[in-house]
């Protein structure tokens, strides 16, 4: 039994468009299954880095510079390995540059310069990542905050809040055969400063996968790294939490502590999932033995205590 699934981020479209293209992601990482489990992460979030309606790869988002910066990582359950890139810019696809740090280097994690130059020598050539409708909406801001006004803008998509096509980070976790594994990429928060990290290329904030389960989160990448989010879901699944209640338990987590807007997605060696949200959209892909669940619905949890 194989379970797969794929997450386009919060406030992301909920139209065919975006459903269609999460779909394909996870059933093509189903089909790299017989490679394996790391094989079948990777490729989904491949599918998703070359889609301008998601904010990782080509289409992300960019920062204060008009530059595009982004993150991506990988880790394989059974073993334990980890590996991620940050603020690596011109490359296609970055959770395959991650992929390289973990079965490549002793490193897990290659930063800014060193991670494109990395690249550079690994074969992969420049690649221009910013979209027309991505340099559209950061043009639009920057003018916007030229003249003092409001920007009106997603920190999460760089686009109006009410605009069909939002998007924010993709991920993907991965149950077969009792493997586990995990991978995320994304070009970040809208107008971040140049440098900023978030939570996806950390292990633990953002991603992680053991022997007993994969998660893999989005969001506001700094209230997932500072409640280290992704461990806490697994600490659960080891004490022996469904992953649909780990989930949903750290969403009211973060939610209490953070205040923040969040998603997540978990599976385990049972080959049990979890999904939760508190944002407005969480559009996710689910495959079960290479068939895609169209009934599987996301839980919508609340977005703020409103208890006292």
Same mark, same amino acid.
């Given at each position: 039994?194989?379970?797969?699934?794929?997450?386009? %981020?919060?406030?992301? @479209? +909920?139209? #065919?468009?975006?459903?269609?293209? /999460?779909?394909?992601? *996870?059933?093509?990482?189903?089909?790299?299954?017989?490679?394996?489990?790391?094989?079948?992460?990777?490729?989904?979030?491949?599918?998703?880095?070359?889609?301008?309606?998601?904010?990782?790869?080509?289409?992300?988002?960019?920062?204060?510079?008009?530059?595009?910066?982004?993150?991506?990582?990988?880790?394989?359950?059974?073993?334990?390995?980890?590996?991620?890139?940050?603020?690596?810019?011109?490359?296609?696809?970055?959770?395959?540059?991650?992929?390289?740090?973990?079965?490549?280097?002793?490193?897990?994690?290659?930063?800014?310069?060193?991670?494109?130059?990395?690249?550079?020598?690994?074969?992969?050539?420049?690649?221009?990542?910013?979209?027309?409708?991505?340099?559209?909406?950061?043009?639009?801001?920057?003018?916007?905050? %030229?003249?003092?006004? @409001? +920007?009106? #803008?997603?920190?999460?998509?760089? /686009?109006?809040?009410? *605009?069909?096509?939002?998007?924010?980070?993709?991920?993907?976790?991965?149950?077969?055969?009792?493997?586990?594994?995990?991978?995320?990429?994304?070009?970040?928060?809208?107008?971040?400063?140049?440098?900023?990290?978030?939570?996806?290329?950390?292990?633990?904030?953002?991603?992680?996968?053991?022997?007993?389960?994969?998660?893999?989160?989005?969001?506001?990448?700094?209230?997932?790294?500072?409640?280290?989010?992704?461990?806490?879901?697994?600490?659960?699944?080891?004490?022996?939490?469904?992953?649909?209640?780990?989930?949903?338990?750290?969403?009211?987590?973060?939610?209490?502590?953070?205040?923040?807007?969040?998603?997540?997605?978990?599976?385990?060696?049972?080959?049990?999932?979890?999904?939760?949200?508190?944002?407005?959209?969480?559009?996710?892909?689910?495959?079960?033995?290479?068939?895609?669940?169209?009934?599987?619905?996301?839980?919508?949890?609340?977005?703020?205590?409103?208890?006292?």
């Amino acid at each position: 039994m194989s379970i797969i699934i794929v997450h386009g %981020g919060i406030e992301t @479209g +909920t139209e #065919a468009p975006f459903l269609e293209v /999460l779909r394909e992601a *996870a059933l093509s990482g189903y089909r790299s299954l017989a490679r394996g489990h790391l094989d079948a992460a990777e490729e989904a979030v491949k599918i998703l880095e070359k889609c301008p309606l998601f904010n990782a790869g080509y289409g992300s988002v960019l920062n204060l510079e008009g530059e595009v910066e982004m993150d991506a990582s990988i880790m394989d359950g059974y073993s334990g390995r980890f590996g991620a890139v940050a603020a690596i810019d011109n490359v296609a696809h970055p959770v395959t540059i991650a992929r390289l740090v973990l079965e490549e280097t002793s490193h897990v994690l290659l930063a800014g310069r060193g991670a494109t130059s990395f690249a550079r020598v690994k074969g992969f050539p420049m690649v221009n990542c910013i979209a027309p409708t991505m340099l559209k909406a950061w043009q639009k801001v920057r003018d916007a905050m %030229g003249k003092g006004a @409001g +920007t009106g #803008a997603s920190p999460f998509t760089g /686009l109006p809040a009410q *605009a069909i096509d939002a998007c924010d980070t993709v991920g993907c976790v991965v149950s077969h055969r009792g493997m586990l594994a995990a991978a995320s990429s994304t070009g970040g928060s809208f107008l971040k400063m140049p440098g900023r990290v978030g939570d996806t290329p950390l292990p633990g904030g953002g991603i992680f996968a053991s022997r007993r389960c994969a998660v893999v989160c989005t969001g506001l990448g700094e209230a997932f790294v500072e409640t280290l989010t992704a461990k806490y879901v697994e600490s659960l699944v080891a004490d022996g939490l469904h992953p649909q209640e780990a989930a949903e338990k750290a969403i009211i987590r973060l939610t209490l502590e953070k205040r923040a807007a969040g998603g997540m997605v978990v599976v385990d060696h049972q080959n049990r999932y979890g999904v939760a949200y508190n944002s407005t959209t969480f559009p996710v892909a689910l495959v079960h033995d290479g068939k895609i669940q169209d009934n599987f619905t996301p839980k919508k949890m609340p977005r703020y205590n409103t208890c006292g």
